[in-house]
Nanobody
Framework: QVQLVESGGGLVQAGGSLRLSCAAS????????MDWHRQVPGKQRELVAE???????YYADSVKGRFTISRDSAKNTVYLQMNSLKPEDTAVYYCRIVVVTTTTRDLAVWGQGTLVTVSS
């Protein structure tokens, strides 16, 4: 019913930049939140950045000052601009939206994940 398609991952050198995109499609009445998470082998998935329906943003301490989350509400798309990338940022990045549909409130939908690899 609701799907997310991620793009923008790849291989970059330390200090470089990438921009991740996540586009939502389907029967969406309202988006309550959009956020980005990342996961590396052997570690728990962690929240990287979030933007609420009111436009408030939140960032993990490890990415503050380097990453920026933004959205295009008309296109139901969320972006993650990643600058000054470090090898520690290497992970699979997942977008998530919390939506209201005709049948469900506060439904969390996950994207397929996109791999970001930062070389030293």
């Amino acid at each position: 019913q609701v799907q997310l398609v991620e793009s923008g991952g790849g291989l970059v050198q330390a200090g470089g930049s990438l921009r991740l995109s996540c586009a939502a499609s389907g029967s969406i009445f309202r988006i309550n939140a959009m956020d980005w998470h990342r996961q590396v082998p052997g570690k728990q998935r962690e929240l990287v950045a979030e933007i609420t329906s009111a436009g408030n943003t939140y960032y993990a301490d490890s990415v503050k000052g380097r990453f920026t989350i933004s959205r295009d509400s008309a296109k139901n798309t969320v972006y993650l601009q990643m600058n000054s990338l470090k090898p520690e940022d290497t992970a699979v990045y997942y977008c998530r939206i919390v939506v209201v549909t005709t049948t469900t409130r506060d439904l969390a939908v996950w994207g397929q994940g996109t791999l970001v690899t930062v070389s030293s």
